[in-house]
């Protein structure tokens, strides 16, 4: 695989980078079999690993610490915090409390000193960004971490960010990691843009869009994956079928997968740096890694744009972050009382 630069750290990794998100209790419970699926990735060509803490609480870590050992010099290893590690309210979220902590966690179960790059898994609009960036910028100076970065951040969240860093003199997010996909393209509107103004690097998550790219889950089968058994309200939504009908024609005639279509689509993209791939099982790795050469041509780029307009998500209520000023009604409302009054 032809190495990308990372943002502007100066990092090269693969186009296509593994996801452990399947390793452990949520997918692929056979540690070995995980062991042999990450070998394989990395055989490959692919150089970079991403994880989170929450990935069934640890274990993905795990996983990936006792594949790494004895080739961790060569493996780009990013991990992620923020979403609840157990019950206690200290133990999640991006206070510098929390941070310190569970980067100490996160290193023992990966079983290393350090971190190519440590991720913000989410915003948290209880914690002053600026505590946040904080806390990051001694794990830097420490050692323990090499660089920052953040996933599913709003665009004027990552611009918060960047200004913060620059006027506090801190380390300042070098990466950006949000969903993104034919079916979902509303990070091409400002998420995009604003990384690649601020030279950030991206490693965009679910470029199959949960399944709905593999081919599988059509209208009247929408059950054709286990995520699809396990979640069936968000594959049954009408305007993304009909958009997956439109496209498997056009892959069929490009003379390709629609995997593979979509996995070129994710990464032809000049502000992608890696689209992450999660596979479960070394069948569907294998698959993804077949169609890694696949480059896609005008003709059915411009044929996409018509099925998915550039910036818009095929379902636009298709969010993985919500702010609170829009899921909290407090924040949208008046109190009653106020209301009356007026």
């Known amino acids: ?6 943002g502007r750290t100066g990092i090269k990794v693969s186009p296509y980078c593994l996801g452990a998100m399947m390793f452990g209790a949520w997918g692929n419970t056979d540690h070995d079999d ?7 990735a990395l055989d490959a060509g692919i150089n970079v690993v ?10 993905s870590e795990e996983i990936v610490g006792k594949a790494l050992a004895g080739r961790r010099d060569d ?9 609840p590690m157990g019950e206690d309210p200290n133990h999640r979220g991006n206070s510098r409390r929390w941070l310190v902590a569970e980067v100490e966690n996160s ?3 990966l079983q290393t000193d350090h971190l190519d790059l440590y991720q913000i898994h989410r915003p948290d609009p209880e914690t002053d960004v600026e505590e946040t960036l904080s806390a990051l910028t001694d794990l830097v100076r420490s050692g323990k971490v090499r660089a920052i970065g ?9 611009v918060e960010a960047q200004w913060v860093a620059e006027r506090r003199g801190l380390q300042r997010f070098r990466t950006e990691q949000p969903p993104y996909s034919i079916l979902n393209r509303g990070i091409e509107r400002e998420v995009l843009p604003v990384c690649r103004r601020y030279g950030m690097g991206t490693l965009v998550w679910s470029p199959l869009a949960m399944g709905m790219l593999t081919g599988r889950i059509r209208k009247g089968h929408e059950a054709g994956t286990q995520r699809a058994q396990r979640s069936p309200g968000r594959f049954t939504d009408e305007r993304k079928l009909d958009a997956v009908e439109e496209l498997i024609p056009l892959a069929e005639k490009a003379g390709l997968s629609m995997v593979h279509m979509a996995m070129a689509f994710a990464v032809s993209h000049p502000a992608v740096t890696s689209a992450i791939i999660g596979p479960r099982t070394m069948e569907q790795l294998e698959d993804v890694l077949a169609g890694a050469e696949v480059t896609l ?3 059915v780029l411009d044929r996409i744009d018509e099925i998915v307009p550039p910036g818009v998500d095929a379902n636009p209520g298709d969010v993985s972050y919500e702010p609170p000023a829009i899921g909290e009604v407090a924040q949208r409302r008046r109190p009653s009382e106020e209301r009356s009054a007026a």
Do not use: C, N, W
């Open 297 to 299: 041509d005008d003709e």
């Open 150 to 158: 953040s996933s599913t951040f709003p665009a004027s969240e990552i």
């Open 50 to 59: 991403d994880t989170a803490d929450v990935y069934a609480q640890g274990e």
């Open 1 to 6: 695989m032809k190495m990308r630069t990372l």
């Open 75 to 83: 493996v780009v290893l990013a991990t992620k915090a923020h979403a």
């Open 107 to 109: 290193l023992r179960r």
């Open 34 to 40: 995980s062991i042999r699926i990450i070998h394989r």
